[in-house]
């Protein structure tokens, strides 16, 4: 695992070296004072340009274009009462564009990268239950954005120019959950921890202070959202993600709770007729996916399936498995043979080839057509100096259903006979999906229905829940307890396709 660490790191490392941050002093787009920043505004846009781009390829959009319009209504609404679009703002904040996306994870989360990108993932849509409590994120993250608290952190530490976008995105959601980005961004131990960035308590709560004024401005009924930072609490207790880095830096969800309570009062005195928006936000959400979508690709029994697109591959015994929305890695126990399964660049197995080829820059020991799995595919043979001496580097490209697909295999030159049996056990099992019930399983997604009798909440949602969920999540979901009496007419979340 170290090996895949290491190359993964060092990549993202060159990657993000491009721009250096130094000490810059521009107005702030929040209260309008000087403040000092690690990047300018302009640098800020393109680290959030190519990191936008990165994080879709790494984490997936969810497919839901009505959803995705909706959530940008909701933020597009926020984001005009916010300081951003305020008459006497600097026009470089005011013209500022904003996209706002839905994530295809089940994990619950949302966060920013500067210059004006702002994420949900179907995990959180999934815990939210009406409209204000989603301004109310959306609010939040926009603020991350407007007063450019990643670029005011990469100024305090001395390796943020290093880390900052990752870190921006790893180290910062509003659940502050490190699983979740150790997750996504396949990183581990140090390389994680050194990427991981925090903006810090202080920006924490701005980005509460403000995220709810813009929202009640907008006219969402703020007090709405303390219940979900209770349910943010009652997540991280049953998982047991309140690690003690989350605890010092980040407030804890009892603590905000009470302060957006605080703030609805305050501000429900300014504006007494706030909208909810539960019909209309549960009108949306239903049927949203929730859990792992086996769909997308899921590890069972020694074999990777992608019922999507229709083709499965073996394991070797032992090996790890790591999917991620676009690749599969493979790891050998002893943690020194990798293969990377991934999509890839060229309309045809020959075209993929020389793309490769290109782009490894350098001249191949090997090139041609080979035979894979049956099917006509081309292969590549590299020999690459590495800080862990000579690397063994091929990729074997096959097309299936008209899509190109690519089987990158490393391991020491001198390792490479031990490893090059697993390996092509894994590229010549590709084919069809076998398990018909396999070929057509189904995601779990959530139905919104409304209770017709007055009952306990866990007598509406019986007994079968996506994988690796509970009643309990369930429940945290809906925002109540198990025990907890529905009424009639109340509308509930509950598992359903
Ligand atoms: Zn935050």
Not at 5 to 20: D, M, N, P, Q, V
Not at 203 to 231: C, L, M, P, W
Not at 398 to 403: I, N, W
Not at 430 to 447: Q, V, Y
Request: net charge neutral.
């Amino acid at each position: 695992m170290k090996l895949m660490k290491r190359y993964l790191g060092s990549i993202c490392l060159l990657g993000l070296l491009a721009i250096l941050s130094g000490c810059v002093t521009e107005p702030s787009a929040l209260t309008g004072e000087s403040r000092s920043y690690g990047y300018t505004w302009r640098q800020e846009l393109e680290l959030g340009r190519t990191s936008d781009a990165h994080l879709i390829q790494q984490m997936g959009l969810y497919p839901d274009d009505a959803l995705a319009s909706y959530v940008t209504s909701i933020g597009e609404s926020v984001l005009a009462q916010s300081s951003l679009r305020r008459v006497g703002t600097p026009e470089i904040y005011r013209n500022l564009e904003f996209k706002f996306r839905v994530m295809d994870s089940p994990v619950v989360n949302a966060f920013a990268l500067p210059g004006g990108y702002v994420y949900v993932t179907r995990g959180l849509l999934a815990h939210l239950s009406n409209e204000a409590q989603l301004a109310v994120v959306l609010g939040h993250e926009i603020t991350h954005v407007a007063a450019r608290h990643a670029s005011q952190q990469a100024l305090k530490q001395q390796w943020g120019q290093i880390g900052l976008v990752a870190g921006a995105v790893i180290g910062q959601g509003i659940t502050g959950n490190e699983q979740f980005a150790d997750q996504f961004m396949g990183w581990g131990g140090s390389v994680f921890q050194m990427l991981t960035l925090k903006y810090g308590r202080d920006a924490e709560r701005e980005s509460d202070i403000y995220g709810v004024e813009y929202s009640a401005k907008a006219g969402y009924a703020i007090g709405e959202s303390a219940d979900f930072f209770n349910s943010l609490g009652r997540i991280s207790a049953k998982s047991g993600q309140s690690l003690p880095s989350w605890q010092s830096s980040h407030p804890g969800a009892g603590e905000r709770e009470g302060r957006i309570r605080q703030l609805a009062i305050d501000w429900g005195n300014t504006f007494p007729d706030l909208k909810v928006g539960e019909a209309e936000y549960l009108k949306e959400i239903d049927g949203l996916i929730i859990g792992e979508n086996p769909r997308s690709g899921i590890v069972m029994r020694g074999k990777f399936y992608h019922a999507d697109m229709g083709f499965q591959f073996d394991i070797p015994e032992g090996w790890q498995a790591k999917k991620e929305a676009s690749s599969v890695t493979l790891v050998d126990p002893a943690g020194r043979g990798i293969l990377v399964f991934s999509v890839g660049k060229g309309s045809t197995p020959e075209e993929a080839a020389r793309n490769f080829v290109t782009s490894s820059k350098v001249e191949p020991l090997r090139f041609g057509k080979s035979t894979i799995g049956g099917r006509k595919g081309y292969v590549v043979e590299n020999s690459v100096a590495t800080s862990n001496g000579n690397m063994l580097v091929r990729n074997e490209f096959l097309s299936h259903r008209g899509e190109v697909f690519g089987f990158l295999s490393y391991s020491k030159v001198e390792e490479s006979k031990r490893y090059r049996s697993a390996f092509s056990s894994v590229s010549e099992s590709f084919g069809e999906i076998g398990n018909a019930s396999i070929r057509d399983i189904e995601p779990t997604r959530l139905k919104v229905v409304t209770a017709k009798k007055q009952d306990r909440f866990s007598n509406f949602i019986g007994t079968e829940f996506p994988y690796g969920m509970d009643e309990t999540d369930l429940a945290i979901i809906n925002q109540i307890e198990l025990n907890t009496v529905v009424e009639p007419g109340e509308k509930l979340k509950i598992v359903g396709n």
